[in-house]
């Protein structure tokens, strides 16, 4: 498969507002499409005309390029970056915590950056929770974290139907967890299945067939760990036969952190489930397409270069940061190492890199 | 996502036998590569060094070409057709039944083939059943068929790892049906996994990790109604964690027949979701991979270019035939319509398309 992170192609969506029954053709959000393996942001192609032009990524000088980028540079001046940009987005496992532990010196590190002006924002693919149950956690943590800083790809699921005008008579049928559930509910949306459905089973007999929701209008696809063949059948006939559904993934992850012990297969065995029987490309919410960065910037209106994306992960994180034209920053805090980081055959490059976030606060000792 | 018959890769394989220690690093079978969607003979990256290069078909004139093929012709004289060809490959599904009932004029037509001194062969991707399991399918409905004419991919599975001397000291890990179970033991393999776990489910606890067995050295994943998560993890770790361990599909298939009154998503769904969390493409043996065929002209000794396929369906039955370099007829007494095979977006034409295989009878009597 080929991976590169340089190689980029812009997508533009006419940005024409609609009556319902015009939903489904067009979207009011510009967008870079990232080919980078299947983590990229896919158009339902049946429903969207895409107006796609190969291009190239340009880097800060504005100069195009297909090289690599420069090898990434280790943090000696946190000041210096700071000081660049007006935003830090942060992901958060591996980066803030790791399982249900604190990462050491995190709290010290936030409370110095907010005393210094600059905005926060945690950013997750773990799509099993809503804003306000990750608020929750972050509350155990004891982290002093509002709702409308957290941004969980359940919550990209519904900001994004509210993005391009989802009817409200239309529902949504969810294969995941209860996270986007809770969100659709808040967004004003109707749903079917999630957890309902996880105990369903299909007893088949000669001349049977399933019965499905002509109303549904689009299938959210998270990770879910009460997945069935039900549920992959429900899922596979709205977006086959009812016009226009929407297929949307939160994220490809292919593996998660349910616990310490060990990777778990991710979001995107769901979602490549799903493909698979539709042959249709989800269109991503999650990391690393660049959906939630541009309703961010929108929703703050910040410039996209005054981020930086904090995250432990490559092929996630920093390229989220990249595809959305911030600065990028790579912990070693959490699956990434620094021999992964300067494998040869590994072309996604921050701009920086260090140990933790708390990396801040002795960098700018050091740098008085 | 690219789909065109015409472009293939050809990825010759070296040829080396080997000790068991070193079986998973050389395969010794010649394949040609389908870059046709996803329904493609892929590499396990990492363990196979394939050596590939761009090519393009070549037509029976010998002329190598990008362009599309000739629109298919009604075939219009059977006998010239069948004293072309030596042996008929048939598709099941929609071409001998349809679910439970066998297609009009289906036993006098093998008879006057098998009359003829035709070699009759019947391949199907449903990889649920055996091939003893198939053979009493054929029997209910009056058809004189023996085990050794029937080609399921489940048997392909098993005849797969025969053709890379898979060691009988390691394992292999059934996601699917009874059918992939009875052909892996008849082969004298070792597996676990398939319907046994189609109950299991995963209670997390802080700390928890599914165990799983080091001694897998091989996934096989085909259709599977009793899906789960426990199975996706499970096969996730063998591939992700044990060296060299295999990730085969028996096939890719969007949808699949399992009964008479819609499409229910096919194997294509497990096998993405396999695809998803390992990041790895399978291997694929059942249509329109060419592993069976080449197994079948190797077994027979016959040529490729003296056997006709004949199919209902343009991406799999159609394409197995051409990427093997057979003749194909398209039947239309299954899925694909004559306006779907003339779609202008269609780029796969079979040699010859008629109504069904009973055609061959009356086609036979109007040109005598």
Redesign the interface.
């Known amino acids: ?1 080929l991976r590169s992170s340089t190689l980029t192609q812009s997508v533009t969506v006419t940005a024409v507002r609609h009556s319902h029954r015009q939903w489904f053709q067009s979207i009011p959000v510009n967008y870079r499409f990232c080919d980078a ?2 983590n990229s942001l896919s158009s339902n192609s049946a429903i969207f005309t895409w107006k796609r032009k190969a291009s190239y990524n340009r880097n800060r000088s504005g100069m195009g390029t297909f090289t690599t980028r420069a090898l990434a540079q280790p943090l000696k001046n946190a000041d210096e970056l700071i000081d660049s940009v007006e935003t830090f987005i942060f992901d958060c496992d591996g980066v803030i915590w790791k ?2 532990s604190l990462i050491e010196g995190v709290p010290e590190t936030l409370d110095m950056l907010r005393s210094k002006g600059k905005r926060l924002v945690f950013v997750t693919n773990n799509s099993t929770k809503s804003r306000k149950q990750y608020g929750k956690k972050f509350e155990t943590l004891g982290l002093d974290v509002s709702e409308e800083e957290i941004f969980a790809s359940s919550f990209a699921a519904a900001a994004y139907l509210k993005s391009i005008d989802f009817p409200k008579d239309k529902k949504v049928y969810v294969i995941g967890e209860d996270g986007i559930l809770k969100e659709l509910e808040l967004a004003g949306y109707q749903y079917l299945g999630g957890p309902e459905d996880g105990g369903k089973k ?1 007893e ?7 019965e499905h929701d002509e109303d549904v209008g689009a299938v959210v696809v998270g990770f ?6 039900y549920k ?2 429900y899922g ?2 709205c977006i ?1 036969e009812n016009p226009g559904c929407l297929f949307i993934a939160t994220n ?1 992850d ?2 998660t952190h ?9 979001g ?12 249709r ?1 989800p269109l991503v919410v999650g990391k690393p397409s660049t959906f939630m960065m541009d309703y961010l910037a929108n929703k703050f209106g910040i410039s996209k270069s005054q981020i930086c994306m904090v995250g432990d992960r490559l092929d996630t994180d920093i390229l989220f940061g990249q595809n959305g034209g911030c600065k990028t920053l790579l912990v070693l805090s959490g699956v990434t190492t620094l021999p992964m980081l300067q494998n040869p055959n590994n072309s996604i490059q921050p701009d920086f890199y260090t140990n933790k976030i708390s990396d801040f606060l002795s960098l700018k000792a050091a740098a008085v």
Chains 1, 2 share one sequence.
Do not use: C, H
């Not at 349910?258 to 991710?266: I, P, S, V």
């Open positions: 498969m393996g299947r399982g249900d299909i088949l007999k000669p001349g049977f067939l399933m879910d760990r009460y997945f069935n063949y992959i059948q596979t006939l086959r490809r292919a593996v349910l616990t310490d012990a060990q990777e778990w297969a991710g995107g065995s769901m979602v490549g489930a799903i493909s698979g029987s539709t042959q490309e």
